[in-house]
């Protein structure tokens, strides 16, 4: 099974500064047939279901504010919020759906200072 | 407006059965690949089993193959997870997502349920 691995497991930061989640894979999930990596993000606010924000490991989601932002390649991926919102408290997840079983980071939890 | 409700979670003992269903609406249901995913309250997510839009392939976490039989009814727009022999280990928050694609186990999941909460305990 592909583990991923985030870091850091928590972070805070000031309203209005960026934030950044990183997210490794074990092993490469760039799939060489179509040079996509097939990393997602999620947001889970408290008491609430994840919300997809990323596919493709840097395309925005539908109705994502475009302050959220991902890259990467092959295993090491990032989750950057420019300018965070109070809205933004959450825990950040990446998902590989490269191979089955899918998997998924450990989560970031993201608080603000 | 795409709406999943899941529903039959509840307290069992170990050892015991349940089935959870999910029900589907504001999508073509039969176009797209489901899934299950879990979570203990307070911890990460762990996807538990997938099926494609025709039923044509189908996974399973290690963790529940073997126990858990993952199901759908395009008819009824519904999937469901047969869940036997339960474990303590099992007690979690069971989410339906649904995929993006129709014919892969392993996808991204853009709509999420609220969940329905197993809990095993004697």
């Known amino acids: 099974d592909i583990v991923m691995t985030q870091s850091p497991d928590s972070l805070a930061v000031s309203l209005g500064e960026r934030a950044t989640i990183n997210c490794k894979s074990s092993?490469?999930?760039?799939?060489?047939?179509?040079?996509?990596?097939?990393l997602a993000w999620y947001q889970q606010k408290p008491r609430q279901p994840p919300r997809l924000l990323i596919f493709?490991?840097?395309i925005r989601a539908s109705g994502v504010p475009d302050r959220f932002s991902a890259s990467g390649s092959g295993t090491d991926f990032t989750l950057t919020i420019s300018s965070l919102q109070a809205e933004d408290l959450a825990v950040y997840y990446c998902?590989?759906?490269?191979?089955?079983?899918?998997?998924f980071g450990q989560g970031t939890k993201l608080e603000i200072k | 407006e795409v709406q999943l409700v899941e529903s039959g979670g509840g307290l069992v003992q170990p050892g015991r059965s349940l089935i959870l269903s999910c029900a589907a609406s504001?999508?073509?249901?039969?176009?797209?690949?489901m899934h299950w995913v879990r979570q203990v309250p307070g911890r990460g997510l762990e996807w538990v089993s997938s099926?494609?839009?025709?039923?044509?392939?189908?996974a399973y976490a290690d963790s529940v193959r073997g126990r858990f039989t993952i199901s759908r009814d395009n008819a009824k727009r519904s999937i469901f997870l047969q869940m036997s022999s339960l474990r303590v280990e099992d007690t979690a928050l069971y989410y339906c997502?649904?995929?993006?694609?129709?014919?892969?186990?392993?996808?991204?999941?853009?709509?999420w349920g609220h969940g329905t909460l197993v809990t095993v305990s004697s």
């Open positions: 997502a649904k995929d993006t694609r129709g014919g892969f186990t392993s996808g991204w999941m853009d709509h």
């Open positions: 504001g999508f073509s249901f039969d176009d797209f690949a």
């Open positions: 099926i494609t839009w025709n039923s044509g392939n189908i």
């Open positions: 092993q490469t999930i760039l799939h060489s047939s179509n040079n996509r990596n097939y």
């Open positions: 493709w490991a840097s």
């Open positions: 998902q590989q759906y490269y191979s089955t079983p899918s998997t």
